[in-house]
């Protein structure tokens, strides 16, 4: 997912700073020179939330959207750990608040739909009232 994201991102971006005659070759070479590294990140990203992920939620013994709160926290902590602490906490908040963001779109996606598709009780119809009779009381004494 990410080679092709990055693929189709350096393409444009790189038809866009080639001259106008060398616009797919520019193309091209920046596909081949950046797409590979940008489908790497993706996927050193997508590992470690992963593997995060399970943790929390053998941790916690539950599963809900906080095990991913808190995964996208953790990724983004660890992956600017090199950059020092301030750089550290600046994108464990930031990419904890994204994952947040895509935790609250799906919960509000999943409630909007789920509304339509509701399964209801059928009706239950009263049966109608006996219709009068004009012979009169039927208990006439003998």
């Known amino acids: 997912m990410g080679a092709v994201g990055g693929g189709i991102w350096h393409g444009i971006k790189g038809a866009r700073n080639s001259p106008r005659g060398e616009r797919l070759v520019g193309s091209i070479a920046a596909i081949k020179a950046r797409a590979p590294v940008t489908g790497g990140n993706f996927g050193v990203w997508g590992g470690m939330f992963s593997t995060f992920d399970c943790a929390v939620k053998g941790y916690r013994k539950k599963e809900d959207a906080w095990n991913a709160i808190i995964s996208g926290f953790l990724t983004g902590g660890c992956l600017a750990v090199r950059s020092g602490p301030r750089v550290m906490f600046q994108s464990a908040v930031a990419c904890g608040i994204l994952l947040g963001v895509f935790e609250g779109v799906g919960v509000l996606l999943n409630r909007m739909f789920s509304e ?4 209801q009780l059928p009706q239950i119809m009263e049966p109608p009232p006996p219709a009068p009779t004009l012979a009169g ?6």
């Open 116 to 119: 339509q598709n509701r399964q």
């Open 137 to 142: 009381p039927s208990h006439i004494p003998a």
